[in-house]
């Protein structure tokens, strides 16, 4: 008997493909946005895909199209868009900020989801933002949605490198369990951790994955690198900024003899340079000729290389022109980091169903 899941707010898959992987049945999944449905349908990552508003699902009509019912589906996932509570948005103050934006009625849909379909776990995503003090209402919300719907949750923000992701990004991932279901859910243990902050608590584990090690193959010239310069017009300063390091290089803090920059005066992705020796930095939404991570010879990323650096499968393709599929990747939770919090799910509450 399978683990039957709906997913929303699915995008480009990363969440639906770490359970997929996981073993769990993906029933139906939903976005509003046409080339990351047709991605969804194209690697056939579930049974059933819907492009549409979240506003206008209903649940019980579109299982019933497959032959389910509300009471068949185990699981519930999502990540409502995020950009109210990023860290950006702390410097845009034309923004507002969590349930004051425009879009705060994504996080109300979610709930609209759960309410409806009242399944035995949640996964909830989003931005580790999520818990800083200026969005607590929306933090508090969640809190109090999950109680009064009769969940126990759990909550942490994770380092997706901890895990073995060749990524340095930190995620707020919640749990919730129904009451009378099972005891609140426990993270799993993490199995990487950072070589340069050593102690007792690296026992067991491996170092973080490099960026080496997860797109060093795919170290090759391309014609079509020569076509656009990383950098934009500060082209020239990339080639010069270290392996690893920023436009920080350029500052007098950092000893440069003609300071161009001035210290903490841009966004940290500018002139990022990845080092093959250490994890990515996290692989943003939107595509940028000034704002990495860049390669360390100094080209834009490959799309075939920021799917490595989130754990998206080689033969996983992407729809829409460039910007399109860069934006589905970059927004997308690692599946690698989805796959073990499923397979804990699933060793907590489901081992009866999967064996």
């Not at 960026?211 to 391309?222: F, H, K, R, S, V």
């Not at 803090?253 to 940290?268: A, H």
Request: glycine share 8%.
């Amino acid at each position: 008997m399978g683990i039957n899941v709906v997913s929303i707010f699915s995008g480009g898959g990363g969440i639906d493909c770490g359970f997929k992987k996981a073993g769990y049945d993906i029933c139906f999944s939903t976005d509003f946005w046409a080339p990351a449905c047709d991605t969804l349908e194209k690697n056939k990552v579930g049974r059933l895909v819907k492009c549409a508003d979240i506003r206008e699902i209903q649940y019980e009509k579109e299982l019933a199209s497959i032959g389910l019912t509300l009471g068949e589906i185990d699981v519930l996932v999502g990540g409502p868009p995020c950009p109210a509570y990023s860290k950006s948005r702390f410097y845009r103050t034309d923004k507002k900020r969590a349930l004051e934006d425009e879009n705060s009625f994504t996080l109300y849909e979610y709930f609209r989801a759960l309410e409806d379909i009242r399944p035995k776990i949640f996964f909830f995503e989003n931005v580790f933002g999520f818990v800083y003090k200026p969005h607590r209402a929306a933090f508090d919300l969640l809190k109090e949605r999950a109680d009064a719907l009769g969940y126990d949750i759990s909550y942490k923000v994770i380092n997706a490198a901890n895990y073995g992701v060749p990524q340095i990004r930190e995620r707020f991932i919640c749990i919730g369990v129904k009451r009378g279901f099972g005891d609140k859910f426990v993270f799993p243990e993490e199995t990487h951790y950072n070589p340069e902050k050593t102690d007792e608590s690296a026992l067991g584990k491996r170092p973080w994955t490099t960026c080496g090690e997860a797109i060093g193959d795919l170290d090759y010239d391309l014609p079509e690198d020569k076509d656009m310069q990383a950098g934009s017009k500060h082209k020239d300063l990339l080639k010069l900024v270290p392996p690893g390091d920023n436009y920080l290089y350029f500052t007098a803090e950092r000893g440069y003899p003609k300071p161009i920059f001035k210290w903490r005066s841009r966004y940290w992705s500018f002139l990022l340079k990845l080092s093959p020796q250490k994890p990515s930095w996290t692989i943003q939404a939107s595509f940028s000729n000034n704002m990495g991570p860049f390669h360390w010879k100094n080209r834009f990323l490959r799309i075939g290389e920021i799917k490595r650096i989130q754990t998206f499968d080689d033969d996983y393709e992407f729809c829409g022109d460039f910007r399109d599929q860069w934006r589905q990747i970059g927004n997308a939770v690692p599946p690698l980091l989805v796959l073990q919090i499923a397979n804990a799910i699933k060793n907590q509450y489901f081992k009866e169903d999967v064996e």
